[in-house]
Structures are given as structure tokens and as C-alpha cells.
């Protein structure tokens, strides 16, 4: 498990406790190494002492056989303690190294992380733009759907039509059809009546008396034969203005008409006894009637200065 060690970063729980042991270790080594050294200086001292006392020699020899012996004993204990301080030191130089390994590792992890964490982003800027694509496709497509649904409705339309104009088209041929059958049998009953006309022409001719030599005579004919007649001319109107054409059963000729006849064959004059219309008398002439007489709403009679007009 890492642990914080401040600014010199992160390091091993075991590694560290390992070296925490031998740093112990190392430290009690030297003690005992100062504690043999103090040994080795007070049997130096001893000696010294021994040598400048004959007297106290043997004691000294012994006491400092005793703190020689004790002296070798610290040394030898030393030695062992400084041979397995040295051993740890080597172990916790071994678990130095492998935590240096280790912090490599992480550090190279870091650096992979950072790496990943660059290629999140850059992954997520991806499909940030992928996504703004995929809106941007989208609406593309919508746009698409709606020109395409529009371009549907307008092909249906161009159909319906297209259909009313095959129907309208195949209406029209019918028609074009019945008429041609209609023509065709006009065409027929014209040629028949062609036919018929020149028969009738050829027929009508043979009714038809020669023509030469009879200018200025009718046909006529008895009930059986045709043939040309003189027409009884008029006589002339030369001079005949107003007269009228008369016969006395063998000759017409011209004869005056009397407008002023005064006398009459005829017992009784009639006259409508209702005026319908309007009527002028002719101005210098007197005018009678048999009453009563009745003159229409609206009508009128106009009598001239001058004349009468007389209701008997």
C-alpha cells in the first residue's frame, strides 16, 4: 500500500518498515561498536595502569584478561551485529531499489495514465465532433425525409393527374372513335345520296324537253308530256302608270281604276264600330261613320282644320 511521505512522493508500506528495522539495527550496531570501542579503551587504560603498578599487575592482568576477554566477546558480538546490520542494510537496499523500481513503475504508470487521460480527451473531443456530426447527419437526413415525403406528395399529385389525363385521353379516343364510326357512316349515306341525286338528276333530265330554240318559254305540260310554252307577254306600260291589268277573255290590257266611285251595287256599307288604330282624315276632305263608334284607349283620330267628321 503507498503512503504519503511528502514531497519525496509515495513509497512501499513493507519496504518502508523494512527499512525502518534495519535503520534500528544499524543504529544499535554502532552503539555497540562505541561500547566495544569504550571497552577496548578502558582495558587500554587498565593496562596502562597494570604497567605502571607492579603491584596491582596480576590484578590488572587479570581484570584486563577479564575486560579482553569481555572486550573480544563485545567485538565478536559487534562483529555479528555489524555482519547482520550489514545484511539488513543490504536488504533494505534491495527493498530500496525494488520501491525505486516500483516508484519507476508508478511513475510510468503516471505517465501512461496522463497518456490515457490525453487520449480520453482527445477520444471525447472525437466524439464531441462525431456527436456534432451525427446532430448535424440528423438534421441533414430530416431535411432529406421532408424534401423526400414533399417529392412523394408531388410525384402522387403528377400520378392523379397523369391518371385523369390517361382517362380524359382514353374518353377522348372513345369519342374520336364514335365519331369516326358517325363519319364513316355519314361518308356512306353522302356517297348513297350522291347516288340517289345523280339518279334522281338523270331521271329529272329525262323529264326536262330539249332546251334549244325555247328561249323565253315555260315549262308546262298536259299531265303526261313536258313541253315548252310561249308566256302570254304583258302589254306595253308605256304611259299605264296607276292602272290596273284587266282581260275581256282574250286580251289583257291596261285599265284605269276608279277611286271616286259614287255608286254601288252593293245594299249596305259595314264598318268596324271600334277605332283601333290611329287614323288622320286627309286634310280638305270631310269623313262619316255609322254610330255608335267606340275609339280605343290610347287611339286617336285627327281631324284637320277645315273638315268634318260626321256619326250618324
Same mark, same amino acid.
Given at each position: 500500500?503507498?503512503?504519503?511521505?511528502?514531497?519525496?512522493?509515495?513509497?512501499? *508500506?513493507?519496504? #518502508?518498515?523494512?527499512?525502518?528495522?534495519?535503520?534500528?539495527?544499524?543504529?544499535?550496531?554502532?552503539?555497540? +561498536?562505541?561500547?566495544?570501542?569504550?571497552?577496548?579503551?578502558?582495558?587500554?587504560?587498565?593496562?596502562?595502569?597494570?604497567?605502571?603498578?607492579?603491584?596491582?599487575?596480576?590484578?590488572?592482568?587479570?581484570?584486563?584478561?577479564?575486560?579482553?576477554?569481555?572486550?573480544?566477546?563485545?567485538?565478536?558480538?559487534?562483529?555479528?551485529?555489524?555482519? =547482520?546490520?550489514?545484511?539488513?542494510?543490504?536488504?533494505?537496499?534491495?527493498?530500496?531499489?525494488?520501491?525505486?523500481?516500483?516508484?519507476?513503475?508508478?511513475?510510468?504508470?503516471?505517465?501512461?495514465?496522463?497518456?490515457?487521460?490525453?487520449? /480520453?480527451? @482527445?477520444?471525447?473531443?472525437? /466524439?464531441?465532433?462525431?456527436?456534432?456530426?451525427?446532430? =448535424?447527419?440528423?438534421?441533414?437526413?430530416?431535411?432529406?425525409?421532408?424534401?423526400?415525403?414533399?417529392?412523394?406528395?408531388?410525384? =402522387? @399529385?403528377?400520378?392523379?393527374?397523369?391518371?385523369?389525363? /390517361?382517362?380524359?385521353?382514353?374518353?377522348?379516343?372513345?369519342?374520336?372513335?364514335?365519331?369516326?364510326?358517325?363519319?364513316?357512316?355519314?361518308?356512306?349515306?353522302? *356517297?348513297?345520296?350522291?347516288?340517289?341525286?345523280?339518279?334522281?338528276?338523270? @331521271?329529272?333530265?329525262?323529264?326536262?324537253?330539249?332546251?334549244?330554240?325555247? *328561249?323565253?318559254?315555260?315549262?308546262?305540260?298536259?299531265?303526261?308530256?313536258?313541253?315548252?310554252?310561249?308566256?302570254?307577254?304583258?302589254?306595253?306600260?308605256?304611259?299605264?302608270?296607276?292602272?290596273?291589268?284587266?282581260?275581256?277573255?282574250? #286580251?289583257?290590257?291596261?285599265?284605269?281604276?276608279?277611286?271616286?266611285?259614287?255608286?254601288?251595287?252593293?245594299?249596305?256599307?259595314?264598318?268596324?264600330?271600334?277605332?283601333?288604330?290611329?287614323?288622320?282624315?286627309?286634310?280638305?276632305?270631310?269623313?262619316?261613320?255609322?254610330?255608335?263608334?267606340?275609339?280605343? +284607349?290610347?287611339?286617336?283620330?285627327?281631324?284637320?282644320?277645315?273638315?268634318?267628321?260626321?256619326?250618324?
Amino acid at each position: 500500500m503507498a503512503i504519503y511521505r511528502g514531497s519525496g512522493g509515495s513509497g512501499d *508500506a513493507t519496504n #518502508d518498515a523494512s527499512i525502518s528495522a534495519v535503520t534500528a539495527l544499524t543504529i544499535r550496531a554502532e552503539d555497540a +561498536s562505541e561500547a566495544a570501542a569504550s571497552s577496548a579503551s578502558a582495558a587500554a587504560s587498565s593496562a596502562s595502569a597494570a604497567a605502571g603498578s607492579e603491584a596491582g599487575v596480576a590484578a590488572s592482568a587479570a581484570a584486563a584478561a577479564s575486560s579482553a576477554s569481555a572486550a573480544s566477546t563485545s567485538a565478536t558480538n559487534a562483529a555479528s551485529s555489524a555482519s =547482520t546490520a550489514s545484511t539488513q542494510a543490504t536488504n533494505a537496499a534491495n527493498s530500496a531499489t525494488a520501491a525505486a523500481t516500483s516508484a519507476t513503475n508508478a511513475a510510468n504508470s503516471a505517465t501512461a495514465s496522463a497518456s490515457s487521460a490525453t487520449d /480520453a480527451q @482527445t477520444a471525447q473531443t472525437a /466524439a464531441e465532433a462525431a456527436e456534432t456530426n451525427a446532430a =448535424t447527419s440528423a438534421s441533414a437526413a430530416a431535411s432529406s425525409a421532408s424534401s423526400a415525403s414533399s417529392s412523394a406528395s408531388t410525384a =402522387t @399529385t403528377q400520378a392523379t393527374n397523369a391518371a385523369s389525363s /390517361a382517362s380524359a385521353a382514353a374518353t377522348s379516343a372513345s369519342n374520336a372513335a364514335t365519331s369516326a364510326s358517325a363519319a364513316s357512316t355519314s361518308a356512306t349515306n353522302a *356517297a348513297n345520296s350522291a347516288t340517289a341525286a345523280a339518279a334522281s338528276a338523270v @331521271t329529272a333530265a329525262s323529264y326536262i324537253p330539249d332546251n334549244t330554240g325555247q *328561249a323565253g318559254k315555260f315549262l308546262s305540260t298536259d299531265g303526261s308530256v313536258n313541253s315548252w310554252e310561249t308566256v302570254d307577254a304583258l302589254p306595253d306600260q308605256t304611259g299605264n302608270s296607276g292602272k290596273y291589268l284587266t282581260t275581256d277573255g282574250t #286580251d289583257p290590257s291596261w285599265a284605269v281604276l276608279n277611286t271616286d266611285g259614287n255608286t254601288t251595287t252593293k245594299a249596305l256599307y259595314e264598318m268596324a264600330n271600334a277605332i283601333s288604330v290611329d287614323y288622320t282624315i286627309t286634310s280638305g276632305n270631310n269623313a262619316m261613320s255609322a254610330g255608335p263608334i267606340t275609339i280605343n +284607349s290610347g287611339i286617336s283620330v285627327t281631324i284637320p282644320s277645315g273638315s268634318r267628321w260626321a256619326i250618324v
